[in-house]
């Protein structure tokens, strides 16, 4: 600490420059340029990450004696100062402790770190010159109840103002805007400090005395689907202020949360505030860029996890349409594995700290209509003061629920919340039939109450899968309202590797990068967004599992009928358009638009569509009608034409007859075999197709994996038991059997005598197409020994594989891929609603996910038809009527297993190809439930076909 730098007189010459807003760690990345620094040379200390555990010794209220501390000095120019008026500085967030000197007096000190803070400045302040000083603790007794699952940052990080009160300036004003939904009015009282006037031109209000109830006919409500706003103002002798008001009533009826008298759903996430170079501090366009964003993928709500955000931010959900959760800055959660002793929750004297919190979040954020629940904080385990800062809310603003899910009793909140419960147990939620707790009291309040999942599927890596699989229990049981994944953005950092010879090359840092001693590595990776805000297939998988609109075509022989289930609570359709479009093989047929009456909010309507085909011209190849509900105009930042919700049917495949292929029999040659274009080794092993050399194919178990699989039920560590990533392959036999070359194979690892078996069957045919079929069968014991007594006890566990398929090197460099299958992007078997039947186009490149750590990704599902086209023109098609999984990637499994960073992954100079019957679904046991049984892949026997062919020529498959 710098004796007397608080003093206007102060030489600060010498010292560094630092952006206010700004988190000092993360501006001490880089150098005064803005160009990133290595690691070692970091200006301000670094980032550190952990979740659930403090990263510094537990010894409350105390935080430790090494505890970096940042001056900041600022001076500022004032014409003139009126008298009689009072200044207030005014801090939005500051993390965690902070003192405040203006011209050498001391203002006061404040914790709580994302809440305002506000010290009157009018003694000190003066005309002219003025030097503020701040002095910013990174540690402090408030770190105690801030310990969010995020990186530990400090400085002040949001805005700071300096306001001009004033005599008869306003202090405070409580907008209160109901809305009667059975007879349209609004009921509107402003509360004031001082007298003041309410003006809302709009609703013909003039000078409406503050503190005097006023009934207005024919109100348009505000919801987060219709987010209207009246603008005004509350003008007192000392200030104008303007007014942004949304009417709109919540109420529990017959314990369903509903506002303007409907039930609500929340298709909800958990926002942190992220971005990858300025870490919590974000600027106006960022918070819109979420916002709008989420918009797109129809998300409907935000739980703010864990603190209240930047007000700005609240401004945009008011604005845009955004059920909002508000969140106090609270969270004790490392408390939990000391068996919560000594939690601030429950100890007396921390109960004025947790109050004041809970009171700057109400205060500040009490005239947003956005936000219809406060939630007392996350992870802070049980006590008397959450009660009482639940009792002081309640009691400030009986017009809103609270929220608080650490208490499974939820003896003083208004819903019943939990995280990750698994679908089975919120269907017995949904029934009101969950276990029963303890406290028979306590028990039968909590099944009144209506219930929200406040964190599920936990989107780290490559998913969630088993999305669909809630969503249909929200849709069954009234009493579940819906719930917020885990979470809106990965919190990476943006770094550049240092070292090789191509340094220089970005990519994002997560816990353990920064030499933390405590950390917990990626599990800060776990949005829907990647850290620069790109869409993760994660959540343009949420948006169509969570379209508010759900389409279903039906076809019967005399029958065609589309079923419409409004979901919205509020909107009818007339804010969409359906157009419809039929093809064959993706060979446009015809297409139209489909007029149809509204359907009203939460309501089913089906349509029969029997005349729409009736014209339609017929091709050859799979009938597959696609209906989509599109934005008939702009809506609440959402241009028109954007597509909400979709649906595909394949109504027939039509075979066009065509010449039969003849097989052609293998010829024996000195070295092996030659079928056709192919040519194989002594081994039966394909080394020559056309003008490609391909690397031969094999049996394939293996998948990088995800951070699901690494997750709790231990998927990996029984895959890695099983050898399924270190299959050693053998030829067991070799022949010519009439036409067919057949090759017998038998893979499995070392020290493990269970595996597959491969029977190859190789036919040539005169079309220049070699077709592969590959019968599959277990061989072997294919179990693990987790439930060996020396391992926990339980029964061997029949194992799951990671996938059921082969592959195959191809020629490495610049290619891209052709195919007819689901796309555009990557599905896998529990996570397939976004994923479309079609034809698609991508580069390599485009075909990688870039997860914030290297997994399994990039897999298209159902592929009936590829070609891969290299820059040099060769081309190798492939065809499976059935549909195949297929990977296309410049680097091994194994590489992308070993990688730790993207920076990691280079091109091995081959393209490896992989070809999949089945893969074990995504589940989110990163934490949550594991792929649900349906979606689990066990060893069976299993055949896969599939035809090749190299080089351009007439008749090729695709
Ligand atoms: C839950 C936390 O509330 C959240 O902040 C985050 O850490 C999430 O888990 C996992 O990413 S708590 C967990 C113990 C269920």
Redesign the pocket.
């Known amino acids: 600490m710098t004796e007397g730098f608080q003093e206007p007189g102060f030489d600060d010459s010498a010292w560094d420059h630092m952006r206010v807003p700004g988190l000092w760690q993360m501006e001490g990345l880089r150098d005064e340029n803005g160009d990133l620094l290595d690691v070692s040379e970091a200006r301000f200390g670094l980032p550190a990450y952990t ?2 555990v403090y990263s510094f010794p537990v010894d409350p209220p105390h935080p430790p004696e090494d505890n970096p501390t940042g001056e900041y000095r600022r001076e500022f120019v004032l014409d003139s100062v009126a008298p009689g008026t009072r200044w207030v500085l005014r801090f939005e967030g500051v993390d965690s402790h902070f003192t405040v000197w203006l011209n050498g007096t001391e203002l006061g000190w404040a914790t709580g770190s994302r809440l305002p803070a506000e010290f009157d400045a009018t003694e000190a302040l003066r005309a002219g010159r003025n030097v503020l000083a701040v002095r910013v603790h990174q540690w402090s007794a408030g770190s105690y109840l801030e310990d ?2 995020m990186w530990w940052l400090s400085g002040i990080f949001r805005s700071v103002h300096l306001i001009e009160r004033r005599p008869g300036a306003i202090g405070d004003h409580f907008v209160h805007a109901d809305f009667d939904h059975r007879t349209g009015e609004g009921l509107l009282l402003v509360e004031c400090d001082v007298p003041a006037v309410v003006d809302i031109p709009e609703l013909g209000i003039t000078d409406l005395p503050a503190g005097e109830p006023h009934r207005i006919a024919h109100i348009e409500p505000w919801t987060a689907e219709t987010p209207r706003l009246y603008a005004g103002t509350l003008r007192s002798e000392g200030e104008t202020l303007t007014l942004a008001v949304g009417f709109r009533t919540v109420r529990i009826v017959d314990g369903t949360i509903t506002v303007n008298g409907s039930p609500i759903r929340f298709r909800g996430v ?1 926002r942190h505030e992220w971005h990858p170079e300025t870490g919590r501090t974000l600027d106006l366009e960022t918070m819109r860029a979420d916002v709008l964003l989420m918009k797109r993928h129809n998300i409907n709500a935000v739980r703010t ?2 603190y209240p955000p930047d007000a700005r931010f609240l401004d945009l959900c008011d604005e845009y349409g955004l059920w909002v959760i508000d969140e106090c800055d609270l ?1 004790t ?1 490392g408390f939990g594995p000391l068996g919560w002793k000594n939690n601030p929750s429950a100890d007396a004297r921390w109960r004025d700290a947790l109050m004041d919190r809970v009171q700057r979040m109400v205060e500040r954020d009490k005239n947003r209509p956005s936000v219809v629940i406060w939630s007392m904080g ?2 802070a385990g049980e006590g008397d003061n959450i009660r009482a800062m639940a009792e002081w809310t309640r009691h400030r603003d009986p017009d809103r629920l609270i929220h608080y899910e650490g208490d499974y009793d939820s003896p003083y909140v208004d819903v019943y919340s939990r ?2 419960a698994s679908p089975d147990e919120v269907a017995l939620i949904g029934m009101h039939a969950e276990p029963r707790t303890a406290d028979a009291a306590a028990d039968s309040h909590r099944r009144r109450l209506p219930f929200i999942l406040c ?1 599920y599927a ?1 989107a ?1 890596g490559n998913g969630p899968g088993g999305l669909s699989e809630y969503e249909e229990l929200f849709d069954r049981y009234p009493r579940l309202h819906g719930g917020f994944v ?2 809106w953005i990965d919190h990476g950092i943006l770094q550049k590797t240092t070292e090789g010879p191509d340094a220089g090359r970005p990519f994002y840092a997560y816990g353990g990068d920064f030499g933390e001693t405590v950390h917990d590595g990626n ?1 800060i990776a ?1 949005g829907l967004v990647f850290p620069d805000r790109t869409p993760s297939p994660g959540l343009v998988e949420y948006k169509a599992v969570i379209a508010p609109v759900g389409m279903q075509l039906e076809h019967t022989p005399n029958r065609l009928t589309l079923r419409i289930r409004n979901g919205f609570d509020f909107l009818d359709t007339s804010v969409l358009a359906f157009d419809w479009r039929l093809a064959a093989d993706e060979v446009p047929l015809a297409d139209g638009i489909l007029d149809l009456p509204p359907v009203p909010a939460r309501t089913t309507h089906e349509v029969v569509l029997d005349d729409l085909l009736a014209d339609a011209p017929s091709a050859g190849g799979e009938q597959v009608l696609t209906v989509r509900a599109v934005l008939a105009k702009d809506h609440n930042g959402v241009p028109a034409g954007h597509e909400i919700a979709f649906t595909q049917l394949i109504l027939a495949t039509h075979h066009e007859p065509r010449r039969e292929p003849v097989p052609i029999r293998p010829q024996h040659t000195a070295g092996g075999w030659t079928l056709g274009q192919a040519v194989f080794n002594a081994h039966g092993e394909l080394v020559q197709l056309g003008d490609l050399a391909p690397l031969s194919p094999r049996l394939d178990l293996w998948r990088a994996p995800t951070d699901n699989d690494r997750g709790g039920n231990g998927q990996e560590r029984a895959w890695r038991e099983l050898g399924l990533h270190r299959l050693v392959h053998r030829t067991v036999d070799c022949a010519v059997h009439g036409e067919q070359l057949v090759v017998d194979t038998v893979s499995r690892a070392a020290g493990r005598d269970g595996g597959m078996l491969g029977r190859w069957t190789w036919t040539a045919y005169d079309s220049g197409d070699l077709e592969l079929k590959l019968d599959l069968a277990p061989v072997g014991r294919l179990d693990t020994d987790l439930g060996d007594p020396r391992h926990g006890g339980g029964p061997p566990q029949p194992a799951t594989l990671p996938k059921l398929g082969i592959r195959l090197g191809l020629p490495g460099g610049a290619a891209s891929l052709d195919w007819y299958g689901y796309g555009p992007g990557e599905s896998y078997r529990d996570s397939t609603r976004a994923a479309r039947l079609g034809r698609f186009h991508a580069t390599v490149d485009e075909l990688q996910t870039p997860y914030v750590r290297p997994q399994e990704n990039g897999n298209r599902s159902g592929v009936r038809k590829a070609a891969i086209r290299w820059a040099d023109g060769r081309v190798l098609h492939l065809s499976a009527p059935t549909g195949v999984d297929l990977s296309l990637r410049p680097w091994t499994a194994e590489a992308m297993d070993a990688a730790r960073h993207t920076s990691d992954l280079v091109p091995d100079g081959t393209l490896w190809l992989t070809l999949d019957l089945a893969h074990h679904g995504l589940g989110s046991a990163s ?1 949550g439930p594991d792929a649900l049984p349906q979606h689990r892949l066990h060893a069976h026997s299993a055949t896969l076909t599939v035809r090749f062919h190299a080089g351009d020529t007439e008749g090729a498959p695709a």
Request: proline share 0%.
């Open positions: 979740n659930v969010q699952d958990n996890s864990h969270e959660h996350n992870e995280m990750y964190e936990h780290m885990w979470e599990f776990d934490c």
